[in-house]
């Protein structure tokens, strides 16, 4: 029998078995729930643990989330990047946003089939979210002069991380133009670094302190 989580496995060693068994189960879950909520493209459900839960664990190759940390999660459609991190990192805990309410349905039903503890799912839209968090996570939701604004005062002041509190953004393509109408102080780093699929060639966590 294939191992649906053996890519993630190649790529994150140690994971406990509870981990592995919640990995396996995503493929399942999102066949379920996509052919009744369209959350990823159809083409794309074949490729789900290349295309988007390992492009959501990009982020884990250059951050590892803290115990206690706290983590917004926008435009989440059906959980992405959140619940692979959440799987990832139990302890942290992980609020994912979207301000459409079909696909939060989705998330908070993967999550608790996979009894994701660390999950809170809301429908609201960024601007709404009242809390503040150590880092905000999100999937190339609009162009970064504009998702700026609407979290820029979500964050904790003080630091538990190696690095400053901030977002980490994953985006593909050239983002010079982007970065620079932005002019925001950001760091890309190439996910080609940690992946060797074809898929990472062009991607990119964006960090950009908050």
Same mark, same amino acid.
């Given at each position: 029998?294939?191992?649906?989580?053996? =890519?993630?496995?190649? !790529?994150?060693?140690?994971?406990?078995?509870? %981990?592995?068994?919640?990995?396996?189960?995503?493929?399942?879950? !999102?066949?379920?729930?996509?052919?009744? +909520?369209?959350?990823?493209?159809?083409?794309?459900?074949?490729?789900? !643990?290349?295309?988007?839960?390992?492009?959501?664990? &990009?982020?884990?190759?250059?951050?590892?989330?803290?115990? &206690?940390?706290?983590?917004?999660?926008?435009?989440?459609?059906? &959980?992405?990047?959140?619940?692979?991190?959440? +799987? =990832?990192?139990?302890?942290?805990?992980?609020?994912?946003?979207?301000? +459409? &309410?079909?696909?939060?349905? @989705?998330?908070?039903? @993967?999550?608790?089939?996979?009894?994701?503890?660390?999950?809170?799912?809301?429908?609201?839209?960024? /601007? %709404?979210?009242?809390?503040?968090?150590?880092?905000?996570?999100?999937?190339?939701?609009?162009?970064?002069?504009?998702?700026?604004?609407?979290?820029?005062?979500?964050?904790?002041?003080?630091?538990?991380?190696? +690095?400053?509190?901030?977002? =980490? !953004?994953?985006?593909?393509?050239?983002?010079? $133009? /982007?970065?620079?109408?932005?002019? =925001?102080?950001?760091?890309?780093?190439?996910?080609?670094?940690?992946?060797?699929?074809?898929?990472? $060639?062009?991607?990119?966590? @964006?960090?950009?302190?908050?």
């Amino acid at each position: 029998m294939e191992i649906k989580s053996a =890519l993630i496995q190649e !790529y994150f060693k140690g994971l406990t078995e509870k %981990q592995v068994s919640q990995f396996d189960q995503l493929y399942d879950l !999102y066949s379920f729930w996509n052919a009744q +909520i369209n959350v990823i493209s159809r083409k794309d459900i074949e490729e789900l !643990y290349e295309r988007h839960i390992l492009h959501s664990l &990009g982020i884990a190759k250059f951050c590892t989330f803290k115990p &206690g940390e706290r983590v917004l999660d926008v435009g989440t459609g059906g &959980g992405f990047p959140g619940i692979p991190l959440a +799987i =990832l990192f139990p302890d942290t805990q992980f609020h994912l946003v979207d301000s +459409i &309410g079909k696909k939060i349905k @989705v998330v908070t039903e @993967v999550a608790e089939a996979l009894g994701l503890t660390n999950v809170k799912a809301s429908h609201l839209r960024a /601007e %709404q979210v009242t809390d503040k968090y150590d880092f905000v996570v999100s999937r190339a939701v609009t162009r970064l002069i504009d998702f700026y604004p609407w979290i820029k005062d979500k964050f904790n002041k003080e630091s538990k991380n190696a +690095i400053p509190n901030g977002i =980490l !953004y994953l985006k593909g393509g050239d983002l010079a $133009e /982007e970065i620079a109408e932005s002019r =925001l102080k950001a760091q890309l780093y190439p996910l080609s670094e940690y992946f060797k699929e074809d898929f990472f $060639e062009t991607k990119y966590v @964006v960090y950009i302190p908050g």
